[in-house]
C-alpha cells in the first residue's frame, strides 16, 4: 500500500524538482529556489505550486523540455505521467490491505500511500481512518496510483444515508471491474468481468425441484416453501441478468414478503 524506499525516494526527489521549477516561474514562495529546499518547505506552503501547476499543466512540459536538475531519462519520463492526474474532492469510502479506494462521482480509484499507509495519515490527522472527505491529487507513479501528499480533510460527519451511497457506488465498481488502477493512458485497461463459475445449470435444477414442491402440512412448512421457490426463481433472474434487472426487483419484494410471512408463521406456531 506505500512505495518501496526507493520509490518514495525518486517520487520525492521528481517533486522537489517539480516544486522549485514552478515556483522560479511564479515566485509563490519568495526565498526559495533549490530542490532541497522544497523538500524542507511545509505541505501548506507547497500547495500553492501545486495549485498553480495543476491549473497549468503545461508547466510539466516546459519542466520536461529544460530539465534544469538534470534528471534521468526515467524521471522525466515519471514526470510526464503527471499531466494525467486527477485533482479533486473525493471521499475515502475505505483502506484495504493493498490500497484505499477514493470515490469521486462516478468513479473510484484504488489509491496509494507515499511512505505511510494512507489509513494511518488520515487517523492522525482526524482521528478515523475512512469516511472522510479529501481534497487531493491523485498520480500515476510506476504502474500505480498515490496521491502526491498534498491533501486537505473536511471535518465533516456523513449520515448513514450517504455513506451507503458511497459504498453502493463501490461495490458497484468492484462487481462490474471498473475501478481504477492506473492513469497511465499506455496502459492496459481492466479486464472485463469475470463469469467465474456458470451456476445457470445447478439454479436451473433447484428451480424445477422446488416447482415440484406440493402441497405441506403445516402453514410454517408452505410458508419456507413458498420462500424457497422466490429464492430460487431471484437467483435464476440474477444469473440471466446480473445488473438488477425490474424482473429480479419484483422478485426481491416476492422474497421479503415471503420472510415476512415465514416469520409470521413461526410466531404463531410459537404462540
Known amino acids: 500500500m506505500i512505495l518501496s524506499p526507493q520509490d518514495s525516494e525518486a517520487f520525492f526527489t521528481l517533486w522537489s524538482g517539480i516544486d522549485a521549477y514552478v515556483n522560479s516561474c511564479t515566485n509563490a514562495l519568495p526565498g526559495l529556489s533549490t530542490p532541497d529546499q522544497m523538500r524542507k518547505t511545509e505541505p501548506e506552503l507547497l500547495a500553492r505550486l501545486r ?15 529544460e530539465n534544469p536538475f538534470s534528471l534521468s531519462s526515467a524521471q522525466l519520463s515519471d514526470a510526464g ?18 490500497h484505499a479506494i477514493f470515490v469521486a462521482t462516478g468513479k473510484v480509484y484504488a489509491v496509494g500511500g507515499l511512505t505511510e499507509r494512507i489509513d494511518d495519515v ?6 478515523i481512518k475512512q469516511g472522510l472527505m479529501v481534497d487531493a491529487a491523485l498520480v500515476p507513479f510506476r504502474g500505480r496510483i498515490v496521491w502526491d501528499g498534498i491533501v486537505s480533510l473536511y471535518n465533516i460527519s456523513f449520515g448513514p444515508g450517504t455513506r451507503r451511497a458511497f459504498k453502493d457506488e463501490y461495490v458497484r ?13 499506455s496502459a492496459a485497461k481492466p479486464a472485463p468481468p469475470d463469469v467465474g463459475t456458470d451456476w445457470r445449470p445447478i439454479v436451473d435444477s433447484i428451480v424445477a425441484a422446488s416447482d415440484k414442491l406440493g402441497k ?3 402453514s410454517l412448512q408452505a410458508a419456507s416453501f413458498r420462500l424457497l421457490k422466490v429464492s430460487a426463481l431471484l437467483a435464476q433472474a440474477t444469473l440471466r441478468d446480473p445488473t438488477g434487472s425490474e424482473e429480479v426487483t419484483g422478485l426481491l419484494r416476492k422474497a421479503v414478503l415471503s420472510v415476512k410471512q415465514l416469520s409470521q408463521a413461526i410466531a404463531r406456531q410459537r404462540g
Do not use: M, Q
Not at 51 to 65: G, K, P, V
Open 122 to 127: 488520515l487517523y492522525r490527522a482526524a482521528g
Open 173 to 185: 465498481a468492484k462487481d462490474r471491474r471498473e475501478i481504477i488502477t492506473s492513469l497511465d493512458p
Open 81 to 98: 505521467l503527471f499531466r494525467h492526474a486527477v485533482v479533486g474532492r473525493f471521499y475515502v469510502e475505505r483502506c484495504l490491505k493493498d
Open 216 to 218: 405441506t402440512n403445516t
Open 51 to 65: 495549485t498553480h501547476l495543476w491549473e497549468h499543466r503545461e508547466l510539466l512540459d516546459a519542466f520536461i523540455a
